[in-house]
C-alpha cells in the first residue's frame, strides 16, 4: 500500500469515526452536558421562539429556547401599563365587548398560523376563556391587531386551534348554555342549553377574522380541539366531557359515563351545507374590534346576527368517537391518521384512527346515537392504547419521528411512546404535576422536534420562594435522542397553559424594528415639530395637544391656558426612526397609566385636570443621556380664567 | 505495517475520545428531588396523604409497599384523591408470603398496580361514599377498575373491605380499610 | 479609428457613472448600532446608508452641538456641472485625437479632483468643528471631523470614509485616458 493510499484511508476512517461522534452528540441523553446545551452566550440568539399562554394573565408570554429567557410579554386581553396597552385612547376599542369593556381574561392556547400544514409565522392566535373571543397577534409587530367575541358560547376552552392551512381558527364552548340567552331554571339543562362549536374564517393576505358560522352542538362540554391534517384535512375534532349533562357538583356527576366522545367535525361538509343554504340566521351580538397599524388606532364595529348549522338536521356534518373518561386532550399526529384522546382520570390514552373512523362511517358502525347524530362503535374507530402509561393524561405533542410525548398529571411525568406499536420508550418526571407540553411545530405537519417543553401548574421548592405565589415552573427537555433528557427548570409568567413554538429563522427576519413616520395615518399625528400644536374645540372644554418626542425633548414642552374640567387629550408622535428608541410619558395626577410609544408611533392619552397649578409631565423611558431633562409643564388655571391657549419649545 | 499500527491507534485515539466525551455528560444534573414533589420539605402545611400515611403506625406495611413501588409522588399529588388504605393487618392477612414477594424489586409494577387500585381520582368522605352507593354508583379507580360501594346499616364496604375511618389530609381523603383489596 | 481614441472616449465617458452612482461613503461603527449607520455621498446629493441614518447622525450629533447634515450644498449644483463639462471634453479630444489633449485632460482632472477633496475637507472640517455652544455635552478640545479617507476613532464611534464605486469607475476613466497618452507616445516612437 502506498503512503498516499494510507493517508487517504486514514482520512476516510477519521472522518467516519468523527461522524460517529458527531452522531452521538446529537444523541440526546448522550449528548454534550446539560449546561452547554442551554447555554446561549452573551451577544448570541437562541435558535426557537416559544410563546406561552399567559393564563390568568391574559397575555402571551415570548420565550427563547433552549435558554429559558423571557423576551417579551404581549398584551392580548389585558389592560397593560408598561406600554399602555387598554389605557390609551386607541386600543380601549380592543376590549370592547357585547358586556361592554372588560379589562382582563385568561388566555390559553396559542396557536401560530400554517400553510400547507407547515409554520409560516406570519400571525399567532389565542383565544379568551372567560368572556369568549379570539385574538390575532401579528408576528411582526409582536402586537394585538385583532379580537373577535364569540357570540352563542361560554367558557372558550377549546380555541384557538387552526386549520392547515390557516382557513379557520377555532373556537369550543366549556359550560354550555341556554342558546338564545333566557331566563330558565339551571335543572332545565338537558336538552335547552348548547354547546355552540364556532368557524372563524382567516383571510389569506390580511389575516382578518370573520365568524363564519355556528354548529350548534348539544349541552356536553367541549374541551380541547385539533384540527385534522393530510388525509383528514377538513376534519376538526373536539373532546367532550360531562355527556352526562350535568349542572352540578361536575367533580362527580359529570364523571359517571365510561366514556365521553370526541365530537368529529367535518367543516368542508359545513362548508357545502352554508352554500347550499341549509343554516338558519340567529340574531345576535358581538364585538369586532380591529387594530390598524398605520393610524395606529383600534375600531371596534358590532355585529348583529350568525350563521348556525344544526347537526341533529344535517346528515355527515358531526359524529362522535366514544373515549373513555372525561378526554381532555385530542391531538392528531403529523401524518393526520391518529387522533389520540387522553381520558384525565384514565391510566390509558385512546388512540382513534381516520381511516378507521372513515371505514366505520361508510359501513354505518354506528353504536346509537346521541339527539340525533350517530356515535361510531368504539371498537371500529380505535387503533390503539397506551396501556399503563401514567396517571391522568392530559396533552400530546408529536416530534415528527413517529413519536409522541404526552404528560401525566398526577404521576408528574412525560411519558414517550411509539405511533402504531403503542409502546412506551422512556419517561421523565416533571417538577410538579404537568400540564401543557410544547415542541415548536408539534401541532403540524413538520414539528422541529429537538425539545420539548414541559409547563407545569406546581411549583413548590423548584426556586427561592417567593411567598404563598410563585410563578408556575417549566422544564425544558432534549428529545433529540431515544431517551429524553432534562435540560433546564425556568419559571414562567401567569399560567402558561399551551405554547407554540417556531424556529427562530422564520420569525426573527420579519421582526418590525420601527414604524415609519410617514405611514402614520393617525388623524392626530404630527410629521414634525413644526406640525405641533394645542387646540381647543370651539368654546368646549376638549383640548387636544398635537405633541412630538424626539431626543431629548418633547415638543410643545410648555403649554399654558388650560382650564381646571378640562378633559386633555395628549397626542404623542414619536418622531424617531431608529430601532429600539421609544419614548414614555406620563402626567402628574392623571388617571390612567403610561404610554410607551414607537418609534413612528402616535398614542393618545386623556388628563382631566382638577386642580389649578403648574403640573410637569415627564418621559418614562429611559431614551437617551439626556432623558432625565426630558419634561415639560402645563399650566392650569381656574374655569373662569381667560388666559388664551398658548404653547412653547425653547421660548419660541 | 508500521504505518498501519499507528493509523490503527490514531483511530483509536480519535473515537476514545469522542466517546469519553460522550459518558460523562449523560446525567451531570444534580437531582435534588429523587421523588419528585414527595421530597419537597414542607413542616408548616397541613399534611397531605403520605405524610398522614408515614405518621400513622398502623400503616407500616402501607407506606414500606408504597415506598417500594416508587408511588410516593402521586400520594402528595394535588389531587384530589381518595385512597382506601388497608391497615398492618390487612396485610397480615393475606396469605404467607404474598407481601414479602410484592415487596421484590421485580415485582414493583404489578405492587404499583395494586396500590393504585386504592386510589380514586375525586374526594369521597363516609358520607360521601354513602351517597354513591345509594345513587348505585361504582368507584372509578386510578389504574382503571371500578370498584362496588355498598352499605349495611350505618357500615360502608368497598368491594367487601370496611370503612373503618375516614381522614381528610390536604389533598384528598384516606379512608382506613381492613382489607386489602386485590 | 485609432485605440488610444477609444481610451479617451470611453475613459471620460467613465465620468458619467457619478450621475448613477455614490462617490463616497462614511460608515459610524459602535456597538448600540449594530448595522452601522451611514451616508453616501453623491455628486449632488447625500443619501441614508439605510433608511433613515442621516436622520439618527443628526440626531446623535446634536447632543454635542454638530451642525445637520445639510440638505442642499453649493457644491451640489457645481459637481455635476464641471463632471458633465469634464465628459464633454474628455470626448471632444478624444475625437481630436491629440495625445498632449489626452494628456491636458487627465492633469486638469487631477486638478480639479484635488480641489474636491479639499473641498470636501474644509466641509469635514467645518461640520466636525463648528460647533453650537449651547451643546449638552461639551468635551474641550474634541473634534469630531470624520477622515478623509481611512479610519479614525470619534469618542464611542469608529468612522470610516472610503470611495465608493462611482469614484472607483472615475479613477478607472482617469487611468484609461492616461494610458491612451503613453500608448499614443509609444506608438509615435515606434512609427517614427
Known amino acids: 500500500m502506498k503512503l498516499t493510499n494510507y493517508i487517504t484511508l486514514f482520512a476516510v476512517l477519521f472522518a467516519m469515526a468523527s461522524s460517529a461522534c458527531m452522531q452521538s452528540n446529537n444523541n440526546g441523553a448522550l449528548g454534550g452536558s446539560a449546561a452547554e446545551k442551554v447555554y446561549v452566550a452573551p451577544g448570541e440568539q437562541d435558535e426557537f421562539y416559544a410563546f406561552l399562554s399567559g393564563g390568568y394573565s391574559g397575555n402571551l408570554t415570548v420565550y427563547g429556547l433552549p435558554s429559558g429567557r423571557m423576551l417579551k410579554e404581549i398584551p392580548v386581553f389585558s389592560q397593560f401599563p408598561t406600554s399602555g396597552y387598554g389605557y390609551s385612547e386607541e386600543t380601549k376599542p380592543m376590549f370592547n365587548t357585547s358586556y361592554g369593556f372588560i379589562p382582563w381574561d385568561d388566555l390559553h392556547h396559542p396557536d401560530i398560523s400554517q400553510t400547507n400544514g407547515e409554520l409560516d409565522g406570519r400571525w399567532i392566535f389565542a383565544n379568551a376563556n372567560n368572556t369568549p373571543r379570539i385574538a390575532r397577534i401579528s408576528l411582526e409587530t409582536f402586537e394585538t391587531e385583532e379580537i373577535i367575541e364569540i357570540p352563542n358560547s361560554a367558557g372558550n376552552h377549546s380555541s384557538s386551534f387552526i386549520t392547515e392551512n390557516t382557513e379557520y381558527v377555532v373556537a369550543g364552548t366549556r359550560f354550555s348554555v341556554p342558546v338564545p340567552q333566557r331566563d330558565i331554571s339551571i335543572d332545565e339543562y338537558k336538552g335547552n342549553f348548547k354547546g355552540a362549536v364556532s368557524f372563524v374564517s382567516v383571510d389569506e393576505e390580511s389575516g382578518r377574522m370573520d365568524l363564519s358560522f355556528q354548529i350548534m352542538m348539544p349541552g356536553f362540554n367541549y374541551d380541547l380541539g385539533h384540527p385534522g391534517r393530510g388525509d383528514s384535512h377538513g376534519w376538526f375534532f373536539f373532546t367532550t366531557y360531562n355527556t352526562e349533562e350535568a349542572n352540578t357538583l361536575l367533580e362527580v356527576n359529570a364523571s359517571q359515563n365510561d366514556k365521553d366522545f370526541i365530537a368529529a367535525i367535518n367543516w368542508k361538509k359545513a362548508e357545502e351545507y352554508i352554500a347550499q343554504g341549509k343554516f338558519t340566521t340567529m340574531e345576535s351580538e358581538y364585538a369586532h374590534n380591529v387594530y390598524d397599524e398605520h393610524t395606529h388606532t383600534g375600531t371596534s364595529t358590532m355585529k348583529k346576527e350568525v350563521r348556525v348549522l344544526d347537526p341533529t338536521e344535517l346528515p355527515g356534518l358531526v359524529y362522535f368517537l366514544p373515549t373513555p373518561k372525561s378526554p381532555h386532550g385530542v391531538d392528531v399526529d403529523p401524518s393526520g391518521e391518529y387522533i389520540v384522546g387522553a381520558g384525565k382520570l384514565s391510566a390509558s390514552l385512546t388512540v382513534h384512527s381516520f381511516s378507521n373512523m372513515m371505514e366505520a362511517i361508510e359501513n354505518e358502525n354506528f353504536d346509537g346515537d346521541a339527539y340525533g347524530i350517530p356515535i361510531l362503535n368504539f371498537e371500529n374507530v380505535t387503533a390503539g392504547q397506551v396501556e399503563s402509561a401514567g396517571l391522568g393524561p392530559l396533552h400530546t405533542e408529536f416530534d415528527g419521528r413517529g413519536n409522541a410525548y404526552t404528560t401525566f398529571f398526577i404521576s408528574s411525568e412525560v411519558v414517550k411512546w411509539e405511533l402504531g406499536s403503542w409502546e412506551v420508550i422512556d419517561r421523565k418526571p416533571t417538577y410538579y404535576s404537568v400540564g401543557h407540553l410544547m415542541i415548536p411545530g408539534g401541532n403540524s405537519r413538520e414539528p422541529f422536534g429537538k425539545y420539548v417543553v414541559a409547563m407545569n401548574k406546581i411549583t413548590k421548592d423548584r426556586y427561592l420562594p417567593t411567598g404563598p405565589e410563585m410563578e408556575h415552573s417549566a422544564q425544558l427537555y432534549d428529545i433529540s435522542g431515544e431517551k429524553m433528557e432534562l435540560l433546564l427548570d425556568f419559571p414562567t409568567h401567569g399560567e402558561p397553559h399551551y405554547a407554540a413554538g417556531a424556529p427562530a429563522s422564520l420569525i426573527a427576519p420579519r421582526s418590525k424594528k420601527f414604524y415609519q413616520l410617514e405611514d402614520n395615518e393617525h388623524p392626530y399625528a404630527v410629521m414634525n415639530e413644526g406640525e405641533t400644536k394645542v387646540v381647543r374645540e370651539g368654546n368646549s372644554n376638549v383640548v387636544h395637544v398635537y405633541m412630538s418626542t424626539i431626543r431629548s425633548h418633547f415638543a410643545p414642552d410648555n403649554i399654558e391656558g388650560i382650564k381646571v374640567g378640562d378633559k386633555v387629550y395628549f397626542h404623542i408622535t414619536n418622531l424617531e426612526q431608529d430601532f429600539d428608541v421609544p419614548h414614555g410619558v406620563a402626567m402628574i395626577g392623571a388617571n390612567t397609566s403610561e404610554l410607551l410609544i414607537m418609534p413612528g408611533q402616535t398614542k393618545t392619552f386623556l388628563w382631566e385636570p382638577e386642580k389649578v397649578g403648574v403640573w410637569p409631565f415627564y418621559c418614562t423611558d429611559f431614551c437617551s443621556a439626556l432623558h432625565q431633562e426630558m419634561q415639560g409643564y402645563v399650566r392650569v388655571s381656574p374655569r373662569n380664567s381667560n388666559i388664551e391657549l398658548s404653547w412653547s419649545l425653547d421660548g419660541e | ?182 | 479609428m485609432k485605440t488610444s481614441k477609444y481610451l479617451m472616449i470611453g475613459g471620460s465617458l467613465l465620468l458619467l457613472s457619478l450621475f448613477v452612482m455614490p462617490m463616497w461613503n462614511i460608515t459610524l461603527k459602535a456597538p448600540q448600532y449594530p448595522d452601522s449607520i451611514g451616508m453616501n455621498i453623491w455628486i449632488n446629493k447625500i443619501e441614508d446608508m439605510n433608511p433613515n441614518d442621516i436622520k439618527n447622525i443628526n440626531l446623535m450629533n446634536h447632543y454635542v452641538g454638530m451642525a445637520e447634515i445639510p440638505e442642499h450644498m453649493k457644491e451640489f449644483d457645481i459637481f455635476p456641472i464641471v463632471i458633465g463639462s469634464m465628459a464633454a471634453l474628455g470626448v471632444l479630444f478624444g475625437f481630436i485625437g491629440n495625445k498632449n489633449l489626452y494628456l491636458t485632460w487627465f492633469i486638469l482632472m487631477c486638478i480639479l479632483g484635488a480641489a474636491g477633496m479639499y473641498d470636501f475637507y474644509l466641509w469635514e472640517y467645518e461640520y466636525g468643528h463648528n460647533l453650537d455652544p449651547k451643546a449638552a455635552i461639551k468635551i474641550p478640545g474634541q473634534g469630531y471631523q470624520p477622515p478623509l479617507i481611512g479610519v479614525k476613532e470619534i469618542l464611542n464611534f469608529t468612522a470610516i470614509s472610503k470611495p465608493l464605486m462611482g469614484a472607483y469607475l472615475m479613477f478607472v476613466g482617469m487611468f484609461m485616458t492616461l494610458y491612451a497618452y503613453f500608448y499614443e507616445r509609444k506608438l509615435e516612437k515606434i512609427e517614427a
Open chain 2, 1 to 182: 505495517m508500521k504505518t498501519t499500527t499507528f493509523l490503527t491507534t490514531l483511530l483509536l485515539l480519535a473515537t476514545a475520545a469522542c466517546s469519553s466525551k460522550s459518558e460523562q455528560s449523560s446525567s451531570n444534573l444534580p437531582n435534588n428531588t429523587p421523588l419528585g414533589q414527595a421530597s419537597v420539605v414542607d413542616e408548616d402545611s397541613d399534611p397531605n396523604i403520605l405524610q398522614v400515611a408515614i405518621g400513622s403506625e398502623d400503616h407500616s406495611t402501607l407506606v414500606a409497599a408504597v415506598q417500594a413501588a416508587g408511588i410516593e409522588h402521586v400520594l402528595v399529588n394535588a389531587g384530589p384523591l381518595t385512597v382506601f388504605a388497608p391497615v398492618n393487618a390487612a396485610f397480615d392477612a393475606l396469605p404467607a408470603g404474598t407481601v414479602e414477594d410484592l415487596l421484590k424489586p421485580e415485582n414493583k409494577g404489578k405492587l404499583a398496580g395494586i396500590l393504585t387500585k386504592h386510589a380514586a381520582p375525586g374526594s369521597y368522605n363516609i358520607d360521601g361514599l354513602k351517597k354513591e352507593a345509594s345513587k348505585g354508583r361504582k368507584l372509578y379507580m386510578a389504574d382503571g377498575s371500578y370498584l362496588t360501594v355498598t352499605t349495611e346499616g350505618d357500615e360502608v364496604f368497598v368491594e367487601g373491605a370496611k370503612v373503618i375511618a375516614s381522614i381528610q389530609t390536604s389533598n384528598g381523603i384516606i379512608n382506613v380499610v381492613d382489607k386489602v383489596i386485590l
